[in-house]
């Protein structure tokens, strides 16, 4: 048996979507280290959460170091 495809629109309830918000949020960060890990690739995740709460996720360079390089690069290397 399949799984239910869910319909992707904003969760009305607060209480479930913060639920939602957690769960979800815990699920990013693990891939993205997954990521940064198994690919060796530079990464940073910036989340603010419903809250303002800032979440930040970064590999093995600092967030800094990551933008500084993407800055440098030249528009038509950031695609």
């Known amino acids: ?7 992707l629109r904003k969760i009305e309830n607060k209480t479930s979507r ?3 918000f957690a769960k979800r949020k815990g699920g990013l960060v693990k891939k993205a280290y997954e990521l940064s890990t198994l690919c060796d690739v530079e990464i940073a995740v910036i989340i603010f959460s419903p809250a303002g ?3 930040l996720f970064e590999g093995k360079k600092r967030l800094e170091e990551i933008l500084e390089s993407y800055l440098n690069l030249t528009r038509k290397q950031r695609g």
């Not at 048996?1 to 319909?7: F, S, T």
Request: proline share 0%.
């Open 53 to 55: 709460k800032l979440i």
């Open 1 to 7: 048996m399949g799984r239910v495809k869910l319909q």
């Open 18 to 20: 913060h639920v939602t």
